[in-house]
C-alpha cells in the first residue's frame, strides 16, 4: 500500500474553510484515496473517497492532483464538531477491505 | 439504520479470565471487521470476516479468538491476555470487501488487570 504523509496537527478557526494535506507520491493506478475522521473517544467515521477526478459531499469535498501523488481535504465551513484526528488512506480497490491507518492530523478547530 | 453497536462499552478483566466482545449491525453488510486501537495511536486492524467466513488474520495472537456466527453479529473472544492487550477494539463493517465505506461501532474499551 502507498504511504501517505500528513501534517501531525493543525488548527482552524471557526466558520473557515479547513484545508487538510496530504502526500501519497507513492500511489498506483488502482489505489483509491480515502478520508476518515475519529472524534475523541468514538469510532472513526467515513468521509469521503476518490480515485482521479475532484469528489464533493454533504460533508467535504476532495481535491486530487492530476498526478494524484497529493490530496487535499476541505472542509468548507469548520465548527466546533469537526475538532478530530483526520486520516488520509490510500487502498487497492480489491485488498479485501483492508483500511490502513497512518498517524493522521489533529485538527482544531477554535472560536 | 447506519449503526453498528457494540458491547459492552467498558470491560476490565483479569489475565486468567475469559471475556467476549459483541458486535452487530443490521445494514446487510457481509464484511465486517475487528480493530485494535492503542492510546494516542491509529487503528490498527486484526480481522476481516466476509460472508461469515475469516478472509484475513492480521498475524494476531491466539489468545484472540474471532467468530462470526451470523451476517450480523461478530464476536471476539478473549482468553488470557496481558496487560499490553489493554486498548479500544473497534468493530467495524462494509457492504462488502470492495472499495466500500466501513461503519464504525463507538469500541469497546478494555482493561486487562
Known amino acids: 500500500d502507498a504511504k501517505t504523509t500528513q501534517p501531525p496537527s493543525m488548527d482552524c478557526a471557526e466558520g473557515r474553510a479547513a484545508n487538510l494535506p496530504c502526500n501519497h507520491s507513492?500511489?498506483?493506478?488502482?489505489?483509491?484515496v480515502y478520508w476518515y475522521r475519529q472524534i475523541h473517544s468514538q469510532g472513526p467515521q467515513y468521509i469521503i473517497h476518490?480515485?482521479?477526478n475532484n469528489e464533493t459531499n454533504e460533508m467535504a469535498s476532495l481535491i486530487i492532483t492530476e498526478d494524484r501523488k497529493s490530496s487535499t481535504l476541505i472542509l468548507p465551513h469548520a465548527t466546533l464538531r469537526d475538532t478530530a484526528v483526520y486520516y488520509c488512506?490510500?487502498?487497492?480497490?480489491?485488498?479485501?477491505?483492508?483500511?490502513?491507518f497512518g498517524q493522521g492530523t489533529e485538527l482544531s478547530v477554535k472560536p | 439504520d447506519t449503526e453498528v453497536t457494540q458491547t459492552p462499552k467498558h470491560l476490565v478483566m483479569g489475565m486468567t479470565n475469559k471475556k467476549s466482545l459483541k458486535c452487530e449491525q443490521h445494514m446487510g453488510h457481509r464484511a465486517m471487521y475487528w480493530y485494535k486501537q492503542k492510546a494516542k495511536k491509529p487503528p490498527e486492524l486484526m480481522f476481516v470476516y466476509s460472508y461469515e467466513k475469516l478472509s484475513i488474520n492480521e498475524s494476531v495472537p491466539s489468545r484472540f479468538s474471532p467468530e462470526c456466527p451470523n451476517s450480523s453479529l461478530l464476536n471476539l473472544h478473549l482468553h488470557a491476555l496481558q496487560p499490553e492487550d489493554s486498548a479500544l477494539y473497534l468493530c467495524?463493517?462494509?457492504?462488502?470487501?470492495?472499495?466500500?465505506?466501513?461503519?464504525f461501532g463507538p469500541g469497546t474499551r478494555l482493561t486487562v488487570t
Open positions: 476518490g480515485l482521479k
Open positions: 467495524a463493517s462494509s457492504l462488502s470487501t470492495g472499495p466500500y465505506e466501513q461503519y
Open positions: 488512506i490510500v487502498r487497492v480497490y480489491n485488498q479485501g477491505g483492508k483500511l490502513i
Open positions: 507513492t500511489i498506483s493506478g488502482n489505489e483509491y
